[in-house]
């Protein structure tokens, strides 16, 4: 009986820091590179705001700094204007290790850039590639790679792929042509969920985009699963033991 409630008070706390040891780092504008001198945002959004998120990063030339020590923390976000030394991976971390997903920003002190999703990309959904210059207005036809082979010779300022597969995985660029090119940015596709997407008619135009769940969700779906089995067991055995005594 006390081991039940235990593993009831155990199961219970998986599941409350199951649900709420989650958060999805997020950046505004949407984008994985800019420009030097951009304003950037970067925000980790969680379930329970009071699991006291940390935003890091890696960059050539520091590691696990936090948010005070390169940008301006306010609210539940992080401010900062962009150098090229700002460049490198940002993630969200909470006390008991990186959770969020992983953002690779890139900051160029050239003329063009590529704005493409920041976060992985759900199969089947469309993405739209922007290639920008710096000076305004900038709707200058640009050329698209991917992995280095041309896919779209400038006829647009942008590119959509439409209904994205596993394949279209890979290190996108642009080139304005008289601009330069821009840096190059991975654009990662991930499987489509078990749930049913809505009729495309009533989906937003553009694309969407979809948390990579930590794998640590995964180790909580675990420790619940093996919690629950342990119950079950134990109510099992409960019940036999209720049985043999009574007959
Ligand atoms: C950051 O970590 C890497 C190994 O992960 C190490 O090679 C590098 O020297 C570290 N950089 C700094 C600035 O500590
Ligand atoms: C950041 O640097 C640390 C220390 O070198 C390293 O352990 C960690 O794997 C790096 N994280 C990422 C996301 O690159
Ligand atoms: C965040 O804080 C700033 C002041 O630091 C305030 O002006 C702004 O309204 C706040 N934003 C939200 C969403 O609370
Ligand atoms: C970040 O960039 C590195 C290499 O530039 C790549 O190996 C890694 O997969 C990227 N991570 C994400 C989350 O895009
Ligand atoms: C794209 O097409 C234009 C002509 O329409 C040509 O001048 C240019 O060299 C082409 N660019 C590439 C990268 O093939
Ligand atoms: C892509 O370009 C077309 C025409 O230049 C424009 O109408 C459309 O809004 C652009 N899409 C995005 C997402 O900017
Ligand atoms: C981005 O591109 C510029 C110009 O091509 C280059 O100087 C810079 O090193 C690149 N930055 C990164 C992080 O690759």
């Known amino acids: 009986m006390k081991e039940t409630s235990v593993l009831c008070l155990l199961f219970l706390i998986s599941l409350l820091s199951c649900t709420t040891n989650q958060a999805r780092l997020t950046v505004s504008p949407s984008s994985s590179q800019f420009f030097k001198e951009d304003f950037v945002s970067l925000s980790c959004e969680e379930d329970d705001s009071s699991a006291g998120w940390t935003l890091r990063r890696n960059t050539s030339t520091e590691n696990r700094t936090k948010c005070d020590q390169w940008g301006k923390s306010a609210n539940s976000s992080c401010t900062i204007i962009v150098y090229p030394s700002d460049s490198g991976v940002y993630w969200c971390e909470s006390r008991e290790g990186p959770i969020s997903n992983m953002v690779n920003l890139t900051v160029t002190g050239g003329s063009v850039i590529l704005q493409s999703p920041v976060l992985p990309v759900m199969e089947g959904d469309d993405v739209t590639l922007l290639c920008k210059t710096k000076t305004t207005p900038s709707n200058l036809p640009a050329a698209f790679y991917k992995d280095g082979s041309l896919i779209s010779n400038g006829s647009s300022v942008n590119m959509t792929i439409q ?57 909580c779906f675990v420790i619940l699963l093996v919690l629950l089995v342990l119950l079950i067991r134990q109510h099992v055995h409960r019940k036999f033991e209720g049985e043999t005594q009574i007959s």
């Not at 596709?189 to 948390?211: N, Y």
Request: proline content about 11%; charged content about 15%.
């Open 163 to 219: 209904h994205v597969s596993r394949s279209d995985e890979g290190l996108y660029k642009c080139d304005i042509s008289g601009h330069g090119e821009s840096n190059s940015s991975w654009i990662t596709v991930t499987d489509k969920h078990t749930t049913t997407p809505p009729p495309t008619s009533t989906s937003p135009p553009g694309f969407s985009i979809t948390p990579v769940m930590s794998s640590v969700g995964s180790v």
